[in-house]
């Protein structure tokens, strides 16, 4: 192991793939805003397509030095290779999902990753003839669901909104044996809560929109793993366009710089909330998984360093209840998204899934009564009396 890969969480955030001494001396790297890189002359030019001159390349899309600096701290975050920043959490998984499959593959699905995930493998790889098959996010399911055409386990951990951890050694050892790749969407586990790779998954994904900006003011997303696959992705993403924009990527750097601290808060203040709202007598149930209650709480306990910032939790009171608890709390805002500084609360029936009727929600599993918390950084204490006040108030 390098000294680097024994540095600690906090130190790979604040100075992971960053040189000492950058060459123009700033300690930040700059925002780079340009859209083509001119060669000196035409001798530089053909050096450079012969690869036998580095230098950034010749377009924006195929990269940009903001961007760059990004991935290199991305990568040392996930003990990768190599990692790619896209435009948004879904640029990077349907740019990978793009890159990685073919006409007649068979590409297997957890049922509960991210739902238009799973609306773009059902209704857009389909239309391109990749078989999409959806299983349950067990290793049973996905073993019985294993083709001779399968190329691609796709899932997700802690899922949402019920945090379901998946056994993901389980997963790779049956992949491996059949050498299909394994990815996962760890946007929930975050790189400080669980090191996906180490896990022996081929290929992690994150929405950077969520922990890693974590200010809620930018979209983003990546992916890392071995240095050939993230190569055949960025030429995907060549042509697909859905490119990193160089200030997103700054903001991203400089959030990632705190993103040890706001992580370490948050697991501390979702953990006490998780555990204060099982106690209440308008909570039915809680889902986090660093609770004994949860399904995979021993999962967690062995995979994951942290539970993150959301707890799911059901009111005895049904939809109902649910609209007066997030109407009458004061400090989270009513919003999607999850893992900022600001705590955000919503209703999943209401949020993302109000298109559908209350049957077609129930028979996918979400309660009418669901309420879902991402616990941002403010005081643990005014999160708690605030919670508390609302749900006596129910
Ligand atoms: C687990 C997960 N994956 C992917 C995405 C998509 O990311 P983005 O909104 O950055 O496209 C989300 C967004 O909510 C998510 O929660």
């Known amino acids: 192991m390098g ?18 001494v950058r060459d123009d001396r700033a300690v930040v790297q700059p925002v780079v805003l340009s859209s083509t890189y001119p060669f000196a002359d035409t001798a530089e030019l053909v050096e450079y397509m012969e690869g036998r001159h580095e230098r950034p390349p010749e377009y924006g899309r195929y990269g940009n030095p903001t961007v760059a ?12 290779e190599a990692a790619l920043l896209m435009a948004s959490g879904m640029a990077a998984i349907t740019t990978t999902l793009f890159a990685m499959l073919r006409q007649g593959a068979h590409a297997i699905l957890t049922e509960d990753v991210y739902r ?8 857009t790889l389909a239309r391109f003839g990749v078989e999409v098959e959806i299983v349950a996010s067990n290793c049973e399911s996905i073993a019985n669901a294993v083709r001779p055409n399968t190329r691609v386990i796709f899932t997700e951990t802690p899922t949402n909104p019920y945090l379901r951890v998946v056994d993901l050694p389980a997963v ?3 992949a491996r044996q059949r050498r299909i790749k394994t990815i996962v969407d760890a946007t929930f586990a975050t790189p400080i809560n669980m090191q996906a790779l180490r896990l022996g998954v081929d290929l992690v994904i994150h929405s950077t929109t969520k922990y890693l900006g974590g200010h809620n003011d930018i979209l983003g997303g990546a992916v890392m793993g071995r240095r ?10 060549g042509t ?6 160089p200030f997103g990527a700054f903001l991203l750097a400089r959030g990632i710089k705190t993103l040890a601290l706001r992580v370490a808060r948050q697991n501390e203040s979702a953990a006490m909330l998780a555990a204060v709202l099982e106690q209440h007598r308008a909570v039915s149930r809680v889902w986090y998984p660093m609770l004994p ?13 942290g539970g993150g910032a959301v707890v799911s939790f059901e009111l005895h009171g ?44 129930a028979a996918i599993g979400i309660r009418e009564g669901l309420v879902r918390l991402s616990v941002g950084i403010e005081d643990a204490e005014d999160l708690r009396a605030d919670l508390v006040a609302a749900l006596d108030r129910l």
Do not use: N, W
């Open 3 to 20: 000294e680097d890969e024994r540095r600690g969480p906090s130190t790979t955030s604040v100075h992971g793939g960053e040189p000492k």
């Open 69 to 80: 600096a990004v991935e290199a701290k991305l990568a040392a975050l996930e003990g990768a």
């Open 116 to 123: 238009k995930t799973r609306v773009f493998a059902k209704d």
């Open 172 to 174: 790779v050892a049956l």
């Open 228 to 237: 050939s696959l993230i190569d055949a992705i960025r030429e995907q993403l």
């Open 240 to 245: 697909l366009g859905g490119v990193a924009d």
């Open 293 to 305: 209650s949860h399904p995979d709480h021993a999962i967690a306990r062995r995979d994951l360093t």
């Open 318 to 361: 049904g939809l109902a209840a649910g609209t007066r608890l997030v109407d009458g709390v004061r400090i989270p805002k009513l919003a999607a998204s999850l893992g900022g500084v600001e705590t955000l609360i919503e209703q999943p029936a209401l949020m993302s899934y109000y298109e559908m009727s209350p049957e077609d929600r």
